[in-house]
């Protein structure tokens, strides 16, 4: 997921219509429970049309 988001926010750069935000967490104290517990997660807002978005989200 990091290296899509990754993309999509370079894409989308200059888009003022595109608004991601990501967020990772973790959860535990030892390397191996972090690790394990390792989370990412994206919410956004996209003004356009869905076809506009799903040329964002797609495959390149």
Request: avoid cysteine; proline fraction near 2%; charged fraction near 20%.
């Amino acid at each position: 997921m990091a290296a899509g988001a990754q993309r999509i926010a370079q894409d989308t750069a200059a888009d003022k219509r595109f608004h991601m935000r990501l967020g990772i967490g973790t959860n535990g104290t030892t390397r191996a429970q972090i690790r394990a517990n390792a989370n990412v997660n994206a919410i956004g807002q996209f003004y356009g049309t869905v076809q506009e978005l799903r040329a964002v989200l797609g495959p390149r």
